[in-house]
């Protein structure tokens, strides 16, 4: 899920997603939250962490960063 998708999931504004950001140490404003979802910007390394535990892992690195961290294939051993 990406971040679009969780904050409609959770009727929650850019704004309201960013205040939850800074509130545990990652801060954030809306206009930054704009800036990833438009693909502006890209959350950077330090920030991962923080979006996955502030969403339960329903938004992951893969989500945020699908440059860096493509989506997992099948395992080598269920590959027939």
Same mark, same amino acid.
């Given at each position: 899920? *990406?971040l $679009?998708?969780? !904050?409609?999931?959770? /009727?929650?504004?850019?704004? &309201?997603?960013?205040? !939850? @950001?800074?509130?545990?140490? =990652?801060s954030? =404003? &809306?206009? @930054?939250? =704009? &800036?990833?979802?438009?693909?502006?910007?890209?959350?950077?390394?330090?920030?991962? &962490?923080?979006?996955?535990d @502030?969403? /339960? /892992?329903e938004?992951? !690195? *893969?989500?945020? !960063? $699908?440059?860096?961290?493509?989506?997992? /294939?099948?395992?080598?051993?269920?590959?027939?």
């Amino acid at each position: 899920m *990406n971040l $679009p998708e969780y !904050r409609a999931k959770h /009727g929650l504004s850019q704004a &309201q997603l960013a205040e !939850r @950001l800074t509130a545990v140490g =990652s801060s954030a =404003s &809306q206009a @930054l939250i =704009s &800036q990833w979802e438009r693909g502006t910007t890209k959350p950077p390394p330090e920030r991962w &962490q923080a979006i996955e535990d @502030l969403t /339960g /892992g329903e938004v992951t !690195r *893969n989500e945020l !960063r $699908p440059d860096i961290f493509p989506p997992a /294939g099948p395992r080598q051993d269920e590959v027939a």
